[in-house]
């Protein structure tokens, strides 16, 4: 893939429509990939990409403190960009400000609009990128083969049964992060991965193989999966390679950490946070 450091006119068009997917990889402070859903992405010139920020969640407190991030943008039509971007500052007012709470998205919402423009710098961009959608969709029927001879054989519960039906929803997407050699986030989609039980999530190679080849064993990853009713969860846990299941090479990613990222209580689910009394008001 060509990769080039600029947006054309026509890039900048399409990512202005709220009607998007954008997904945005970071690092936490403990250095490991974390994963965001910001559909305000745009790019507001040919270098410079701008995220408005309307509810509190803790990606825009990451970004600030590890500003190197990886992107994708989803069009409706199916149509995909893939890049690198640096954040650089924020700001609570300016042209681009205006233009976010003018969207019909915010500007007829009574109970929330943009209240911060977080402004970063294009590092890279592969262009525009189709779906392979042939092979995802084989490649998420062999998934479905393969997952049941991989689950767990100890009945403790990581995923809530609404978590693992996102990621078992064939018609959702999924996205899986890790931190490369160079420390940057590493973004791409993994449409066919799917829940073997509530403590694994597996993925056929068939889809995205190059990608998911360099990722090494015993990495820690995020995956990130959204149903197109806009539900969504974030996992961690770590990559244990590559296995023939029922003839089928199968990627596994054993969880141990769930992280709700939907508004309005964003929060770690597992492992259970110990719940603590108000004292100061």
Known sequence: MQRKTSFNQSEIEAFKPAEKIGVVALKNPQGLPHITLITSIQASGPSQMTLGE????????????????????????????????KWT??????????EYNNTPMFRYNAYFGINTVHYLDLIETGGKESLPLGKIVLAALLTKLAKGSLKHNTENRILKSFAEN????LSALKFISYIGEDGWPVLFPVLQCQASDSKRLTFSSL????????????TT??????????????VRGTFNGFKRSRGIK????????????????HGQIYPKLELNPVVNF
């Open 54 to 85: 309307f509810c509190k969640g803790k990606s825009k407190e990451y970004i600030q403190k590890s500003p190197d991030i990886a992107f994708i943008i989803m069009t409706m039509d199916k149509k995909m960009w893939r890049g690198r971007a």
């Open 166 to 169: 996102i990621f078992n929803d």
């Open 221 to 234: 990853v995020a995956v990130f999966g959204i149903t197109m009713g806009m539900e969504d969860v974030l």
């Open 89 to 98: 500052h924020l700001k609570n007012d300016g042209p681009e400000y205006e």
């Open 250 to 265: 199968t990627g596994m990613v054993d969880i141990d950490w769930v992280y709700n990222s939907m508004p309005p209580c």
């Open 207 to 218: 889809a995205f193989g190059e990608e998911l080849s360099k990722i090494k064993n015993n």
